[in-house]
T-cell receptor, first 118, second 114 residues
């Protein structure tokens, strides 16, 4: 079974600083995917970035990058030059598998609440 | 992505009521999902529909009944709910492929059961 662990319940960061949100995972699968989502207070889960287990390079999307360390089973999210609008809950998720081909569920961590201070 | 819509956004219901949550995706995807997000708990998968066929029921009580009439619409019918069912219900969709497909979520329905 897949498991995601986010050990930081909350983080406080000054605006314009970089921030790293931790995520470790556990799986026995050889092929898997890792995702980060942002959830503002409005509730919507916003997709940020994806890393496949066979991707050799770390994924980047604008100010977001994923520090993927396969041997350590970690997939930390790095946000550069943080902005006030980055304040939200952040969830790390792993693509789990069903027993048949087709749609695959996501397994989520507990989340980290990020607060950006002006 | 704002291609997944959910209605209503907020719902208050009594334990004897019957209500339905609606989800619609405009992304041309072929899989849709219902997740439940309770306070202080990780998101939990409830149901998955792949090509309109239900492929997963994650031990959800029968008071929750999903319906997927086509690949763009997904409903969650609610009846005789309990106060502990109060939560944020999120719908998502994805395009099933060989792997790596991303799930895109709607804004959610905040449900309060009195």
């Amino acid at each position: 079974a897949q498991k995601i662990t986010q050990t930081q319940p909350g983080m406080f960061v000054q605006e314009k600083e970089a921030v790293t949100l931790d995520c470790t995972y556990d799986t026995s699968d050889q092929s898997y995917g890792l995702f980060w989502y942002k959830q503002p207070s409005s509730g919507e889960m916003i997709f940020l970035i994806y890393q496949g287990s066979y991707d050799e390079q770390n994924a980047t999307e604008g100010r977001y990058s994923l520090n993927f360390q396969k041997a350590r089973k970690s997939a930390n999210l790095v946000i550069s030059a943080s902005q006030l609008g980055d304040s939200a809950m952040y969830f790390c998720a792993m693509r789990g598998t069903f027993g048949i081909q087709g749609a695959q569920k996501l397994v989520f961590g507990q989340g980290t609440r990020l607060t950006i201070n002006p | 992505e704002t291609g997944v819509t959910q209605t209503p956004r907020h719902l208050v219901m009594g334990m004897t009521n019957k209500k339905s949550l609606k989800c619609e995706q405009h992304l041309g995807h072929n899989a849709m999902y219902w997740y439940k997000q309770s306070a202080k708990k990780p998101l939990e998968l409830m149901f998955v529909y792949n090509f309109k066929e239900q492929t997963e029921n994650n031990s959800v009580p029968s008071r929750f009944s999903p319906e997927c009439p086509n690949s763009s619409h997904l409903f969650l019918h609610l009846h005789t709910l309990q106060p502990e069912d109060s939560a944020l219900y999120l719908c998502a969709s994805s395009q099933v492929a060989s792997g790596g497909e991303t799930q895109y979520f709607g804004p959610g329905t905040r449900l309060l059961v009195l």
